[in-house]
């Protein structure tokens, strides 16, 4: 378990910079946070330090974005899936193919409320956790199971 304490949406981006470093593929990521916390600022940093090609678009309204790294992380990372699932239940996330996603041996996926699927959930994840604690402050914890 990680803790940290940022202070600008800058600090959350290099949070998530540093967490990129350390992803292995075949990893699902859930994002966990009331709207505005920061999830995608944090989701931006970590896309731009995996070299994925901009731009960086909010899944809210397309649902799932799929980058396709150009050269690979030393890790073997190639695709990264960014999934919302806030309008979606389960049946819709199996439609567009979040059981090949979690199978894919070279991807990670970023998936913002993890709970709106909770029965598509393997069973080991890593859990972003961030809440704000005033406008410019956030608490983020990283947890891994
Ligand atoms: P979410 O995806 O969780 O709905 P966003 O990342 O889209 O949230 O939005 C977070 C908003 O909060 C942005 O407008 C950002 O500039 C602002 N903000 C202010 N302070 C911080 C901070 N410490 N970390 C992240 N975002 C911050
Ligand atoms: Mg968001």
């Known amino acids: 378990m990680a ?3 940022t202070h600008s949406a800058e600090e959350t ?6 967490f990129a470093r350390t992803l292995n593929p075949g990893t699902l990521i859930c994002f ?5 916390a920061g999830k995608t600022t944090f989701i931006q940093g970590l896309l731009e330090e995996l ?3 901009k731009p960086f678009v909010s899944p809210t309204f397309i649902l799932m974005k799929q980058y396709e790294i ?5 890790s073997g990372i190639k695709f990264i ?6 309008r979606l239940g389960s049946k819709e996330f199996r439609e567009i193919g979040f059981e090949e996603w979690i199978i894919d041996p070279q991807g990670v996926i970023l998936l913002e ?3 709106r699927i909770a029965e598509l959930l393997p069973e080991k994840y890593t859990t972003v956790k961030i809440e704000s604690v005033s406008e410019t402050e ?3 914890e990283i947890l891994e199971k």
């Open 81 to 86: 899936y960014h999934a919302d699932a806030y």
């Open 51 to 53: 070299g994925a090609e």
């Open 138 to 140: 956030r608490k983020i």
């Open 13 to 18: 981006r290099e949070i998530g910079k540093n």
């Open 113 to 115: 409320w993890p709970e």
């Open 70 to 74: 150009a050269s690979p992380t030393e």
């Open 3 to 5: 803790l940290f304490a």
């Open 32 to 36: 966990e946070g009331d709207l505005g």
